[in-house]
Nanobody, 124 residues
Framework: QVQLVESGGGLVQAGGSLRLSCVASGRTFSNYGMGWFRQAPGKEREFVAAISRSGSNTFYADSAKGRFTISRDNAKNTVYLQMNSLKPEDTAVYYC?????????????????WGQGTQVTVSS
């Protein structure tokens, strides 16, 4: 079992930036494909970005392309989501997720392990 803990959320003005972190424990981190999802009130959880086990492959939702960057540091058991040019519609709880020996899954069902989430609020 792998445990995931997100951090880095907060309140930011439109156009600002935030970097989310997700620290994994319990298993060999480099064996897991990692993803970021988000869920706004009253909406379904949606895919944001994913990264392969080595970090060589990444995949983004259209809403994240050009503004968000996913990365990982396997030595630190951490995956990051750098978010720039934030918009009010980016407001949501952001979750990191892990899937054993996966590449870059982009669906909720593609992941087995989830963090508790971190709130991101973008004011206009």
């Amino acid at each position: 079992q792998v445990q995931l803990v997100e951090s880095g959320g907060g309140l930011v003005q439109a156009g600002g930036s935030l970097r989310l972190s997700c620290v994994a424990s319990g298993r060999t981190f480099s064996n897991y494909g990692m993803g970021w999802f988000r869920q706004a009130p009253g909406k379904e959880r949606e895919f944001v970005a994913a990264i392969s086990r080595s970090g060589s492959n990444t995949f983004y939702a259209d809403s994240a392309k050009g503004r968000f960057t996913i990365s990982r540091d396997n030595a630190k058991n951490t995956v990051y989501l750098q978010m720039n040019s934030l918009k009010p519609e980016d407001t949501a709880v952001y979750y990191c997720a892990a899937k054993y020996y996966a590449n870059t899954p982009s669906t909720v069902r593609g992941y087995d392990h989830w963090g508790q989430g971190t709130q991101v609020t973008v004011s206009s």
